[in-house]
C-alpha cells in the first residue's frame, strides 16, 4: 500500500512562514514527480509546485519566489518551504506521488494565514 503522510501545517501570520513536509513510504519515492496541491474552502484543488526524480521544479505562479520545493532521497521525504505566507495561502496542503502505475494522495495538511 503506497502511503504520504503530511505534515507541518497550522496557524501563522502574515509574512510567517512554515515547512511542510511529505513523509513516502515504500517505493513510492521512485514516484516520476512529487507535488504539492492544495484546496481551499470552495475552490478546486490547484497545483502549487513539483519536482521530478531528476530534480526538475515546476511552481505555479502564486508560489513562485516564495516558495520551494525539495527531496530529501535518504529520508523519503518532499519538503514545501513556504515563505511571505499571504492570507491567500489559507488551504489543506496536499501531497502527491504520480507514476504511470499509480497516483497516490497524502491526507492534508491545514495551513491558516491570519493575524
Known amino acids: 500500500q503506497v502511503q504520504l503522510v503530511e505534515s507541518g501545517g497550522g496557524l501563522v501570520q502574515p509574512g510567517g512562514s512554515l515547512r511542510l513536509s511529505c513523509a513516502a513510504s515504500?517505493?513510492?519515492?521512485?514516484?516520476?514527480?512529487m507535488g504539492w496541491y492544495r484546496q481551499a474552502p470552495g475552490k478546486q484543488r490547484e497545483l502549487v509546485a513539483t519536482i521530478t526524480k531528476t530534480g526538475r521544479l515546476n511552481y505555479a505562479d502564486s508560489a513562485k519566489a516564495r516558495f520551494t520545493i525539495s527531496r530529501d532521497n535518504a529520508k523519503s521525504t518532499v519538503y514545501l518551504q513556504m515563505n511571505s505566507l499571504k492570507p491567500e495561502d489559507t488551504a489543506v496542503y496536499y501531497c502527491?506521488?504520480?507514476?504511470?502505475?499509480?497516483?497516490?494522495w497524502g491526507q492534508g495538511t491545514q495551513v491558516t494565514v491570519s493575524s
Open positions: 502527491n506521488a504520480w507514476a504511470p502505475s499509480f497516483n497516490a
Open positions: 515504500g517505493s513510492i519515492f521512485s514516484a516520476n514527480v
